[in-house]
């Protein structure tokens, strides 16, 4: 496993700060020249589907990366889609048509190393239903960048993520993919994880 998938700073970590957790994340990144894809096309609308909006045109690596960060998130697809899918739902900028649309690209458009499984589809389909109960606002129009010397448990009060609900959520991925590294370290019981 690269160390870029390893990488992974616990929904339990709530004191570090946002400008702690993004050093860590641009120290990986600065390693690997290649993004996954999905924020290759959110960095660059030329690249998305003519008239759709699926993958949050103009969202920059910084958000992406802030919105992973708040959630708990690593670098792993399955990390990808809670991510999208709980940013999807909180944007309410998406219909339930678009929602599949980008389920069928990501499972069979997507080049091999980014496609999603069923299991991956699964996930992202909780992080939309998730969202959708949560009072949680949308994520992708947050001004990060002036937050970024505040705990992480700081900003997700001020969005309205409720922990409860999102350790509630990985106590069930967990359960339910035993296999998935992903799943396995969101946790507080998780052991050799990377962080920073």
């Not at 599949?100 to 909780?126: C, G, I, R």
Request: aromatic fraction near 12%; charged fraction near 20%; hydrophobic fraction near 40%.
């Amino acid at each position: 496993m690269a160390v870029n998938q390893q990488w992974h700073i616990p929904f339990s970590r709530d004191d570090i700060t946002l400008q702690m957790g993004l050093d860590s994340i641009s120290a990986i990144q600065a390693e690997h020249d290649e993004l996954p894809l999905m924020v290759q096309l959110a960095q660059k609308p030329a690249l998305q589907q003519p008239g759709s909006n699926l993958f949050f045109p103009g969202m920059s690596v910084f958000l992406h990366n802030c919105i992973h960060l708040l959630l708990g998130r690593g670098l792993l697809i399955m990390d990808e889609a809670f991510t999208t899918g709980f940013t999807m739902g909180t944007s309410k900028k998406m219909t339930n048509s678009e929602h599949s649309l980008y389920a069928f690209l990501s499972q069979y458009v997507y080049p091999h190393e980014y496609k999603f499984s069923q299991h991956e589809l699964a996930v992202l389909k909780d992080g939309i239903k998730l969202s959708f109960i949560s009072n949680c606002m949308p994520l992708d129009q947050f001004a990060f960048n002036d937050w970024l010397q505040e705990p992480i448990g700081k900003i997700r009060e001020v969005v309205g993520i409720e922990p409860e609900y999102i350790e509630a959520y990985y106590a069930v991925e967990k359960r339910h993919y035993p296999h998935s590294v992903a799943s396995q370290r969101l946790l507080p019981d998780e052991k050799n994880i990377i962080a920073f």
